[in-house]
C-alpha cells in the first residue's frame, strides 16, 4: 500500500561543506524521487492539507498530477493560488500546517509536501501566466514587495487590474530578499525568477520609494489616481534587550546583520559595506530568524553559540533549521538569558554576562515561562552579539495617513483586510504581527479579492 512507503529523503551538502559556503543547502527531489514520495498520498476524501494551507492549494490534485508525470498540470494547479511557489516550497513551516495535517503523520511521516511543491516549481521554473482580463485602466497601489504584497498584486493582476508595487528598498522581494539567507532561499535562482514571472503579467515595481516618505497614500490615491491601496510593510523594526551594554560596537540586530549580508553582500570583503567579521558570535533567540543569523555567521568563519531562554522543545525555529544548524556545529546554550553586554577599553563587546533559568508555569501562550536562578550568573566570551528577538511595526504609513488606525502595538486595524480608511486595505505582518511568508501571503489574497470587491462595487 502507498502509505507503507517510508518517506523519500532529500538530498542535502554536507555539514562540514555547506558549513563554509553560502549555497543551498537542500538539493531537493528529481523526477523519480517526487514521483515516488507522491505515490504515499492516500488521495483522502476530506483532505485535511488544503485547509491547513493558508493560500488554500489543491494539494491532493497537484500531488497526484507528479504521480502521473504531469509536471506541467501540477504546476498550473499550485498556481491557481499560489504566486511564489519556488519559494514557499523552500521556506514555509509545512511540518506545522500542511504536512501537520496529513493522515499519514498520525502513525508515521507525513507526505512531503513542501518538497514537491519546490519541485514543481523548479521543473517548471521558466512557466508563465496569463492575466485574466486585459486592458483595465483602474490603478491598484501596493506597498510593500514583501509576501503579502507579491501575492496581493499577483491575484490583481490576474483580474486585470493596473498593478505598481512601491518597494523603499533597491531591490524588490522584501524579507525574502533581504532576510533570509541565501543559503535557504537562493536570490538570483529562485526568488528574481518568481518576480520575473510577476512582471510577465504585467505588474509594475518601483524601488526607493518610501511610502509616508517619498510620497503619502493620499497622495498616491488623489494625486496620482490610485483607486485603492493595499500595506503590506511587514513589522521590519527591531527588538532589543534592554541590558547594560547593548549600545557597544559589535552588538547587532538580526535585522541589520541579515539585511547587510543578503541584500549588501557584506559578507564579501570586497562589499561596499562589509560586515564585521567575528571570532566568536553570541546569537540571541530560537526562532528561524536567530537560526538565520547564527548560520550566516558561522559561514563567515566564526564559532558561533544560540543563547536561549527555554529549553529545545521550546524553541520556535523550524525543527529542520534546528537540525541543520546543529549538524553543521552551532552551539546551543539552553535556559540561559543574557543579563549584560560586556566591554573591553575601546568599546568593543568582549563578552556576555548571562544568568541561568528555569521553567515555570505556562505563559498565556501555553509555553513554560522562564524563571531566573538567583546566584547563576556566568560569562560568555564573544565578540559579536546578535539580537534576535522579534519585531515590531514602523508606524510611519499610520503616522503620515490621517483616519488610519492601529492598536496598541502599532499594528493596523482591519475588518476583512480593510482599514478605517477608505480605499485603503492592509494584510501580513503590518497586522499580524512577525509571522510566517505564507500566512502573510494569505492575508495578500485575502486583500486581493476584497480590494476587487469594493472596486467593482464602486463602479455600479
Not at 500500500?1 to 528529481?30: H, L, S, W
Not at 515516488?36 to 492539507?49: D, G, I, Q, T, V
Not at 565578540?383 to 514602523?394: E, S
Request: net charge negative; glycine share 10%; with cysteine.
Amino acid at each position: 500500500m502507498a502509505n507503507k512507503i517510508d518517506r523519500v529523503p532529500v538530498r542535502e551538502q554536507d555539514p562540514k561543506v555547506r558549513a563554509t559556503n553560502f549555497e543551498e543547502v537542500c538539493y531537493g527531489y528529481n523526477a523519480e524521487e517526487a514521483q515516488l514520495e507522491a505515490s504515499r498520498c492516500l488521495n483522502c476524501k476530506k483532505p485535511r492539507c488544503v485547509d491547513a494551507c493558508p493560500v488554500g492549494i489543491n494539494i491532493p490534485a497537484f500531488v497526484h498530477q507528479v504521480l502521473d508525470g504531469d509536471f506541467k498540470g501540477a504546476y498550473d494547479t499550485i498556481s491557481q493560488d499560489s504566486s511564489l511557489p519556488a519559494i514557499c516550497g523552500r521556506v514555509c513551516p509545512q511540518e506545522t500546517q500542511c504536512e501537520g495535517s496529513c493522515i499519514l503523520g498520525v502513525k508515521g511521516q507525513p507526505v512531503s509536501i513542501g518538497k514537491l511543491e519546490r519541485f514543481v516549481a523548479d521543473y517548471n521554473q521558466d512557466q508563465t501566466q496569463e492575466a485574466h482580463i486585459k486592458g483595465s485602466d483602474v490603478k491598484v497601489a501596493v506597498v510593500g514587495s514583501g509576501p503579502a504584497g507579491l501575492a496581493c498584486a499577483s491575484d490583481l493582476a490576474k483580474l486585470g487590474y493596473s498593478v505598481t508595487v512601491f518597494e523603499s528598498l533597491h531591490k524588490t522581494g522584501g524579507v525574502l530578499t533581504y532576510g533570509i539567507p541565501e543559503f535557504r532561499l537562493p536570490k538570483k535562482a529562485v526568488v528574481e525568477k518568481e518576480l520575473d514571472k510577476l512582471k510577465a503579467l504585467g505588474i509594475k515595481f518601483e524601488t526607493d520609494v518610501f511610502v509616508g516618505r517619498t510620497v503619502t497614500i493620499d497622495e498616491l490615491m488623489d494625486k496620482e489616481g490610485f483607486k485603492a491601496v493595499f500595506v503590506g510593510t511587514g513589522a521590519g523594526l527591531p527588538m532589543f534587550l534592554g541590558i547594560p551594554g547593548e549600545n557597544l560596537n559589535g552588538v547587532f540586530s538580526a535585522n541589520e546583520y541579515l539585511t547587510r549580508n543578503n541584500l549588501m553582500q557584506a559578507f564579501s570583503k570586497e562589499s561596499d559595506t562589509p560586515i564585521f567579521w567575528a571570532r566568536k558570535v553570541c546569537v540571541v533567540g530560537g526562532g528561524n530568524v536567530a537560526m538565520d543569523a547564527a548560520r550566516t555567521a558561522l559561514r563567515l568563519g566564526a564559532e558561533v553559540t544560540i543563547v536561549y531562554r527555554r529549553t529545545e522543545k521550546e524553541l520556535p525555529a523550524r525543527a529542520e533549521e534546528v537540525h541543520h544548524a546543529m549538524e553543521e556545529g552551532i552551539k546551543f546554550q539552553m535556559l540561559t538569558n543574557p543579563v549584560e553586554v560586556l566591554g573591553d577599553e575601546n568599546g568593543w563587546v568582549r563578552g556576555i554576562r548571562c544568568i541561568r533559568m528555569e521553567l515555570g508555569e505556562p505563559d498565556e501562550s501555553g509555553r513554560r515561562s522562564p524563571i531566573p536562578i538567583q546566584g547563576s550568573e556566568f560569562e560568555i566570551e564573544t565578540d559579536a552579539l546578535i539580537v534576535a528577538l522579534g519585531t515590531k511595526i514602523n508606524r510611519l504609513i499610520a503616522d503620515t495617513t490621517p483616519g488610519l488606525e492601529t492598536d496598541r502595538k502599532g499594528r493596523l486595524l482591519t475588518t476583512e483586510t480593510a482599514t478605517s480608511r477608505k480605499g485603503v486595505f492592509a494584510g501580513g505582518d503590518v497586522v499580524t504581527g512577525a509571522a510566517t511568508v505564507i500566512l502573510a501571503m494569505g492575508e495578500g489574497r485575502k486583500a486581493a479579492a476584497a480590494i476587487h470587491k469594493y472596486l467593482t462595487c464602486s463602479e455600479q
